[in-house]
Structures are given as structure tokens and as C-alpha cells.
């Protein structure tokens, strides 16, 4: 890529970051709704079981589950057929 082309890119880029950081407005965050009723914060330890450690196990899971039911008998590689000239 040429240095025209990196600076277009560079250029888009901080375009559509400083666009997003202008619309997305945290200001109007605290200016409560009709409704809204937001309930307790979640703890630190809350947070990390939500938001990391369910998803390692969700994921751990899933990976076992594929990997105890997978009833293929294929399991080593395919060797190379050299072609005749």
C-alpha cells in the first residue's frame, strides 16, 4: 500500500472514530427516562463471572461436547498422492 493510500485510510479512520465519539453523547446518559428503573450495580466479582468466566465455560463446554459426540474416524492427515508426469 502507498503512503496515499495509508493516509486516506488513516484519515477515514479518525474520521468515523471522532463521528462516533461526537454522536454517541455520554452526557444524555444522566438524565433519567419515564420508566427507568435501573435497579442495583453489579459487584466486581459479579461483573467477571457474567461477562468473562460464563463464556470460558459456556465455551469449554460446547468445545467438549463437539469433541466427546464427533463420531468421524478420520483423524490423521491425508497423505500426498504424487501425480505421475
Do not use: C, H, W, Y
Amino acid at each position: 500500500m502507498d503512503k496515499k493510500n495509508a493516509l486516506r485510510a488513516g484519515a477515514l479512520a479518525a474520521g468515523t472514530t471522532l463521528m462516533m465519539l461526537l454522536m454517541s453523547s455520554p452526557a444524555l446518559a444522566l438524565t433519567r427516562d419515564d420508566g427507568d428503573d435501573p435497579g442495583q450495580g453489579l459487584s466486581v466479582m459479579e461483573t467477571l463471572a457474567q461477562f468473562v468466566i460464563a463464556p470460558i465455560v459456556i465455551f469449554a463446554v460446547i468445545t467438549g461436547l463437539v469433541m466427546v459426540l464427533d463420531r468421524s474416524t478420520d483423524r490423521r492427515p491425508k497423505a500426498k498422492v504424487k501425480a505421475k508426469a
